[in-house]
Every structure is written in structure tokens, then in C-alpha cells.
């Protein structure tokens, strides 16, 4: 082999592992483009990337359409996802009254994660959907879910402001 070809062939390899690491939004989503991205660290250690995504990256509003993606930089349980967010969906006034309801949609939303795995969330009104990897896992029509849910997020009093800062797009 050359050495063009092979310069063409390590070219190729690294652009399909670029292509690999990069996660398209599904397809109903398409109307959104990226508005930023952060990055959560705990002590130190890389938790996961996220990036939000909103109708021509326009500010972010809760009455427009927008989605959150986080991939993963370790492996979590899934009932640790569930528990975690139920902890802070709490925080923001989450009526006890739907905790076990809300737990069982996001178990069959949320799978274990491993390092490199995507979760996307996005809201549109009054519905909820998730993808894991670029499938469709679960949908929920609760538009008070949804606004507690990404409050972890998005909200001023979010844990991480540093990140919400980042996914606002230093703008928001």
C-alpha cells in the first residue's frame, strides 16, 4: 500500500470514529440546532457532557420546544438516575403524591449507562420523550414532569450553575 493510501485509509478510520462519537438528534428534533454545551465534573472525575438544543439556537424559553442531550463519561446504574432525579425534582416542589408514578416513567426511560452511552431528553408543550442511543425509550404527557425534570438542568438554582451557564450559552 502507499503511503497515500495509506494516509487516505487513517483518514477515513478517524473520521468514522469521529462520525461515532457524534450523536445526531433523532429526527423529530430536527428543527432544533445546538444552543450550548457544558460539562459536569464531581471532585474532579468527568460525570458526563451535555448539550441543549433549541429552535435556531435561539434563547432558551420553557414555551418553545427545546432538548437536552447528556452523554456519559461513566457507567450509572439506572435506578441511580431515577433515585438522583427524583431527589431533585423534590427540590423544586415535586408533589410526593407522584413520586411513584414519576419513578416507574423514568425507569423505562432511563437504562444503565456506560461510558460514551447518549440519553436525550426534549420537551415540546405538554409532552416528554427520551431516546437512549438514538432509540426511543418512553414518552410522557405531563407538562409539570417535564418542567421539574429539567429544572435540574436549567433552573437558577440548579446544583451545577456552571453548567447551566454553559448549556444557556453563556447568555442565559
Given at each position: 500500500m502507499s503511503a497515500n493510501w495509506k494516509?487516505?485509509?487513517?483518514?477515513?478510520?478517524?473520521?468514522?470514529?469521529?462520525?461515532?462519537?457524534a450523536m445526531a438528534l433523532p429526527a423529530e428534533l430536527n428543527g432544533l440546532q445546538l444552543r450550548g454545551?457544558?460539562?459536569l465534573r464531581w471532585f474532579g472525575f468527568k460525570l458526563y457532557d451535555?448539550?441543549?438544543?433549541?429552535?435556531?439556537a435561539q434563547p432558551f424559553?420553557?414555551?418553545?420546544?427545546?432538548?437536552?442531550e447528556i452523554r456519559?463519561?461513566?457507567?450509572?446504574?439506572?435506578?441511580?438516575?431515577?433515585?438522583?432525579?427524583?431527589?431533585?425534582?423534590?427540590?423544586?416542589?415535586m408533589p410526593e403524591?407522584?413520586?411513584?408514578?414519576?419513578?416507574?416513567?423514568?425507569?423505562?426511560?432511563?437504562p444503565d449507562v456506560q461510558e460514551g452511552d447518549v440519553l436525550i431528553g426534549a420537551m415540546d408543550g405538554a409532552v416528554v420523550?427520551?431516546?437512549?442511543?438514538?432509540r426511543q425509550t418512553h414518552r410522557i404527557d405531563d407538562p409539570l414532569f417535564g418542567q421539574l425534570f429539567f429544572r435540574?438542568?436549567?433552573?437558577?438554582?440548579?446544583?451545577?450553575?456552571?453548567?447551566?451557564?454553559?448549556?444557556l450559552g453563556g447568555r442565559g
Open positions: 494516509s487516505v485509509a487513517a483518514s477515513v478510520v478517524l473520521l468514522m470514529t469521529q462520525m461515532g462519537n454545551q457544558g460539562t451535555s448539550a441543549l438544543y433549541t429552535p435556531a424559553q420553557w414555551a418553545r420546544p427545546f432538548a437536552l456519559y463519561a461513566r457507567s450509572i446504574a439506572g435506578a441511580r438516575l431515577v433515585e438522583t432525579s427524583l431527589e431533585e425534582m423534590l427540590r423544586y416542589g403524591r407522584v413520586r411513584a408514578a414519576w419513578a416507574e416513567h423514568m425507569r423505562r426511560a432511563f420523550r427520551f431516546w437512549f442511543n438514538g435540574i438542568w436549567l433552573d437558577p438554582a440548579s446544583r451545577a450553575p456552571v453548567v447551566r451557564e454553559q448549556l
